[in-house]
């Protein structure tokens, strides 16, 4: 088992930043990891995704140069930087860890509880 732990999240104002972090505890952290956010009363979405040796990143199409993803795997930790925040950005976002330290499929073994996000006008 690999336990996820989302931290970072808070109130912020339109325009402005937070980095998040996802702490990973348990079965190796040699995992690709990814990030989604859940807005009230819609679908869960992707936003971004990193292999274990942090060398692939992949973005939402809409996101991308607002959010940076990176890990630091001497911590067991990956992150999700967040620059000009819009208020479409609220959420609960959520890390995920993949089965292998990369893997195109989309899908996750491992999710945490969450982190709400949330950006005012």
């Known amino acids: 088992q690999v336990q996820l732990v989302e931290s970072g999240g808070g109130l912020v104002q339109a325009g402005g930043s937070l980095r998040l972090s996802c702490a990973a505890s348990g079965r190796t952290f040699r995992r690709g990891v990814g990030w989604f956010r859940q807005a009230p009363e819609k679908e869960r979405e992707f936003v971004a995704a990193?292999?274990?040796?942090?060398?692939?990143?992949v973005y939402a199409d809409s996101l991308k140069g607002r959010f940076t993803i990176s890990r630091d795997n001497a911590k067991n930790t990956a992150y999700l930087q967040m620059n000009s925040l819009k208020p479409e950005d609220t959420g609960v976002y959520y890390c995920?860890?993949?089965?292998?330290?990369?893997?195109?499929?989309?899908?996750?073994?491992?999710w945490g509880q969450g982190t709400q996000v949330t950006v005012s006008s």
């Open positions: 995920a860890a993949q089965a292998t330290a990369w893997s195109t499929s989309n899908e996750y073994d491992y």
């Open positions: 990193i292999s274990w040796s942090g060398g692939i990143t």
